[in-house]
C-alpha cells in the first residue's frame, strides 16, 4: 500500500510559479508510475504529467514549456514546478502512484490562479 501527501498548493498570482510536493509512504525507487492530475470543478479529472521509471516525463499539451515533473528518491518525494501559471490552471492538483496493478491517490491540493 501507499499512501500519498501533496502540499505546496495555494494562490497565486497569473504569471506565477507554485511547487508541489508528493510525498510518498514506500520507496519511489520501486513505483514505476508516478503522476500529477488536476480537476476542475465541473470538468473530469486529467492528466497534467507523468514520470515514468526513472526518466521518462510526458506531459500534457497544455503544460508544455511551463511544468516540470521531477523526482528526489532520497525524499521519495515527486515534484511539479508550475510556472507561468494561468487561471485556467486553477484546480484540485491529485498525486497518483502505481507501483503495480493498483493505482494510489493523494487527498488532493488547491491551487488557485487569480487574473
Known amino acids: 500500500q501507499v499512501q500519498l501527501v501533496e502540499s505546496g498548493g495555494g494562490l497565486v498570482q497569473a504569471g506565477g510559479s507554485l511547487r508541489l510536493s508528493c510525498a510518498s509512504t514506500?520507496?519511489?525507487?520501486?513505483?514505476?508510475?508516478m503522476g500529477w492530475y488536476r480537476q476542475a470543478p465541473g470538468k473530469q479529472r486529467e492528466l497534467v504529467a507523468n514520470?515514468?521509471?526513472?526518466?521518462?516525463?510526458n506531459y500534457a499539451d497544455f503544460v508544455k514549456g511551463r511544468f516540470t515533473i521531477s523526482r528526489d528518491t532520497a525524499k521519495n518525494t515527486v515534484y511539479l514546478q508550475m510556472n507561468s501559471l494561468k487561471p485556467e490552471d486553477t484546480a484540485v492538483y491529485y498525486c497518483?502512484?502505481?507501483?503495480?496493478?493498483?493505482?494510489?491517490w493523494g487527498q488532493g491540493t488547491q491551487v488557485t490562479v487569480s487574473s
Open positions: 497518483n502512484a502505481r507501483p503495480g496493478v493498483i493505482g494510489y
Open positions: 514520470i515514468i521509471g526513472s526518466t521518462t516525463t
Open positions: 514506500r520507496s519511489i525507487s520501486s513505483i514505476f508510475y
